[in-house]
């Protein structure tokens, strides 16, 4: 029997995000492999349940995508050099990812997506939250958007955890590797358009956009903080809540994450691939 026949497609919200039921992510057809992108264009993430992969199948379905990359920055599993880890013990009290952000924006080339798989869960909590940043770019004013759609921002990861980072962010970040090499800056269109849908999307976040190209830290900080509160709102979000063989793919070019730190004391692991593809235009 066909993969496809089985295949279901659940949307998490109205704005972003779908389940995909009744396929095993090591035997999809041609067809099948097909409309799972065509959702993950659309959707922006896509979800994956009960599945049973190893770190080579886990890469083998990520290459299906596009040719795979990796951080420098994130401890990588055994034996593998695209495959990262990404872990918060017991007595750690900050997580990677806490806050919103879109994965290696101060690349010169951000990377397309990234999936993760879950290995090890806490007891509760854990989940990840995802914003669509074109529908949020949809809802301003036609004003506000002809103006943004002239300008470029700045994104860095020297103040998060690289040469510029505080003590305490350094030290939160343990398990992180090459550190004293986190000094990227990388200049972006805030709006771009997407290659694969069409839609124009906003493209600035919390943790790695530190100002407007051409204006001080000052000066931008106010639309920047008003864009912030902006995006944020729920009705671009959703949340997925993580189990025991669930697989994510997300589109860094129209989404931004957030991985919820509510489950101190328990230990959470993820592996992570990161997938290269066209950039926003």
């Known amino acids: 029997?066909?993969?496809?026949?089985?295949?279901?497609?659940?949307?998490?919200?109205?704005?972003?995000?779908?389940?995909?039921?009744?396929?095993?992510?090591?035997?999809?057809?041609?067809?099948?492999f097909e409309v799972i992108r065509e959702t993950y264009n659309d959707?922006?993430?896509?979800?994956f349940r009960d599945?049973?992969?190893?770190?080579?199948?886990?890469?083998?379905?990520?290459?299906?995508?596009?040719?795979?990359?990796s951080s420098k920055f994130n401890p990588k599993v055994d034996g593998y050099t695209e495959l990262a880890e990404v872990r918060k013990e017991e007595t750690d009290t900050k997580n990677i990812g806490g806050g919103w952000h879109t994965d290696q924006a101060f690349r010169d080339v951000p990377v397309m997506g990234t999936m993760l798989v879950a290995r090890e869960l806490p007891d509760l909590g854990g989940d990840t939250m995802w914003l669509n940043m074109a529908l949020a770019f949809d809802a301003l004013s036609e004003g506000l958007k002809q103006t943004l759609r002239g300008m470029r921002a700045v994104?860095?990861?020297?103040?998060?955890?690289?040469?510029?980072?505080?003590?305490?962010?350094?030290?939160?970040?343990?398990?992180?590797?090459?550190?004293?090499e986190a000094s990227n800056e990388a200049t972006h269109p805030v709006v771009g358009r997407h290659p694969e849908n069409g839609r124009e999307v906003l493209y600035v976040n919390p943790t790695y956009t530190t100002h407007f190209d051409g204006w001080t830290v000052?000066?931008?900080?106010?639309?920047l903080r008003f864009l912030y509160m902006h995006i944020t709102r729920p009705e671009f979000a959703c949340r997925f809540h993580w189990e025991e063989g669930s697989i994510a793919f997300?589109?860094?070019r129209q989404c931004l994450h957030y991985a919820l730190n509510d489950y101190h004391?328990?230990?959470?692991?993820?592996?992570?691939?990161?997938?290269?593809?066209?950039?926003l235009q």
């Not at 994104?155 to 004293?180: C, Q, T, W, Y």
């Not at 000052?218 to 639309?223: G, Q, Y």
């Not at 004391?265 to 593809?277: A, S």
């Open 1 to 32: 029997m066909p993969v496809l026949t089985s295949l279901h497609i659940k949307p998490l919200t109205t704005a972003i995000g779908s389940e995909i039921l009744g396929v095993d992510v090591n035997q999809l057809d041609a067809e099948t």
């Open 43 to 47: 959707r922006g993430v896509i979800f």
């Open 51 to 69: 599945q049973h992969v190893d770190s080579d199948q886990f890469i083998a379905f990520a290459r299906r995508f596009g040719p795979l990359t």
């Open 155 to 180: 994104h860095s990861n020297a103040h998060v955890f690289g040469v510029k980072a505080a003590p305490d962010e350094i030290a939160a970040r343990r398990g992180m590797v090459n550190l004293d």
């Open 218 to 223: 000052a000066e931008s900080e106010p639309l």
């Open 250 to 252: 997300w589109d860094n």
């Open 265 to 279: 004391g328990e230990k959470r692991l993820m592996h992570r691939l990161m997938v290269e593809g066209p950039p």
